[in-house]
């Protein structure tokens, strides 16, 4: 528990609070998984020649479940270190339902890559159009992040293209990661 008088974090004692920082805790686990999955699509779609589609399932499945499970676990030790027990009852099922949620950004993506494998699409089509929907999915997430903050438009704007800029570096990044 945290020392007496000081705001909870993770279990606010204000019922208001717990809808955003449940929102803040999806949207993270959302963004971080809709990044690994992309950088996984444009890394096979820059050697698709050499892929199956089965095998295009199974890295980006791995690949998003890693990061998924590394969420769960830092937000489990983060738990820990505020609270000094490890997450019970409904804080444990908020855990779940957060890592869970990044499973999400999986179902587009494999539905285009398992028909690439029953040949309905070429597999570097179906590894870009999943690509597409990752990009889409982050500035959507990026729009709702900004579209009623209160602040300026042009703020508003700078919130965007600031985003944008993190967003092409930790791609490039993560591509760069790997690519070897």
């Known amino acids: ?35 690994t999955g992309l950088a996984i699509v444009l890394v096979m779609y820059r050697t698709y020649d050499h892929l199956t589609a089965a095998y295009a399932v199974e890295i980006l499945v791995l690949g998003v479940v890693a990061v998924v499970l590394a969420g769960f676990a830092s937000d489990g030790i983060a738990h820990l270190a505020v609270h000094q027990q490890f997450p019970h009852g409904k804080d444990l099922r908020m855990l779940f339902r957060v890592a869970l949620s990044g499973l999400g950004t999986l179902v587009i993506p494999l539905i285009l890559i398992t028909l690439a494998g029953i040949d309905v699409l070429a597999l570097d089509t179906a590894l870009l159009i999943a690509g597409y929907v990752y990009i889409a999915t982050l500035g959507l997430i990026g729009w709702l992040a900004v579209r009623n903050a209160r602040i300026t438009w042009w703020q508003k704007l700078a919130a965007l293209v600031t985003l944008a800029l993190i967003g092409l570096i930790v791609l490039a990044i993560q591509v760069l990661a790997h690519s070897h």
């Open 1 to 35: 528990m945290t020392e007496p008088g000081t705001p909870d974090p993770i279990s606010p004692a204000d019922p208001a609070e717990v809808a955003p920082q449940m929102a803040v805790s999806f949207l993270k686990e959302r963004v971080y998984a809709t990044f």
